[in-house]
C-alpha cells in the first residue's frame, strides 16, 4: 500500500505521516529533506539559489550523507529548501529516488507537496492535510517558544503564507490537491484527532 501525503508548511504531515508508518509497518520517506538538504548544500557553497543548472547539479549529486545533516530541520532550511524547490532540474533528479522508495515492496508512506500529483499519482490513499494560515503559524510559534526560542507570531504568520504563496504558484508541481485526494483539515484538531482522521480515511479507501 501506498500513502501518499501532501499538503502546506506546518499542518501537520511529518508527525502524522510517521504515526501511520509505525501504524501500518510500512517506511516513511519525508521529501522534504531532499530539498533541505539542497537548499543547505547550495547555501554553503555559496551557489545562487535562483540557479536552476548549478542547483539541479546538486541534486543530481545528493547522497545519503547530505540527508543525515542535522541542521534540516528549521526554518531557515525550509526557506532554502521552498527556494531550490520552484526549479524543474532540482525536482526531475529527485522523481526516480523517490519513486524507487514508493515501490518498496509492501508499500511506503511519503510526504511532501506533489506526492499524490507528480510522484505517486497511482498512490492507493492520497491524503491531503491541511489548516488555516493562522492555526499553522501558531502551532510552529508554540513549538519554536516551547524548545525557548525567541519567536513573533506575526513574522511566523507572514512566513508561512509567503512560503505557501512560493509553493503553490510556482509553475512545476505546485502544492495542490490530487482530484482523488481525501482532504484532512485539522485546524480543528489535534494530534490524535488528525492521526484517527486519517486512519478512517485509508481503511475506507484500500
Ligand atoms: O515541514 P514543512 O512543511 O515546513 O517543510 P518540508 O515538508 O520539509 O518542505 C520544505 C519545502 O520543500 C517546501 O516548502 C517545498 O517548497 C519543498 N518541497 C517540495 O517542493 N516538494 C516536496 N515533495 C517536499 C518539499
Known amino acids: 500500500m501506498i500513502i501518499a501525503i501532501d499538503g502546506p508548511a506546518a499542518a ?9 508508518a509505525a501504524h501500518y509497518g510500512l517506511p516513511y520517506l519525508d521529501t522534504g529533506l531532499l530539498y533541505r538538504a539542497i537548499g543547505r548544500l547550495a547555501h554553503d557553497r555559496g551557489i545562487d539559489l535562483d540557479d536552476a543548472a548549478a542547483t539541479g547539479a546538486i541534486a543530481r549529486a545528493l547522497t545519503s550523507g547530505d540527508l543525515a545533516r542535522d541542521d534540516l530541520r528549521g526554518r531557515e532550511a525550509g526557506e532554502l529548501a521552498s527556494r531550490v524547490a520552484v526549479h524543474p532540474p532540482v525536482r526531475a533528479a529527485l522523481v526516480d529516488f523517490q519513486r524507487d522508495f514508493a515501490a518498496r515492496p509492501g508499500g511506503a508512506v511519503l510526504d511532501g507537496r506533489d506526492i499524490g500529483t ?3 499519482p497511482g498512490a492507493d490513499v492520497k491524503l491531503f492535510v ?6 499553522r503559524a501558531r502551532r510552529r510559534t508554540d513549538e519554536l517558544a516551547a524548545k525557548g526560542r525567541d519567536v513573533d507570531y506575526a513574522r511566523i504568520l507572514a512566513e508561512v503564507r ?3 504563496e512560493r509553493d503553490s504558484t510556482r509553475a512545476t508541481a505546485p502544492l495542490r490537491p490530487a482530484a482523488d485526494a481525501v482532504i484532512i483539515d485539522t485546524s480543528g484538531l489535534d494530534r490524535d484527532g488528525a492521526f484517527a482522521a486519517a486512519v478512517a480515511a485509508i481503511d475506507a479507501r484500500r
Open 12 to 20: 501537520g504531515k511529518g508527525t502524522l505521516a510517521e504515526r501511520l
Open 118 to 120: 507528480v510522484i505517486c
Open 130 to 135: 491541511t489548516a488555516s494560515a493562522e492555526v
Open 162 to 164: 509567503e512560503r505557501d
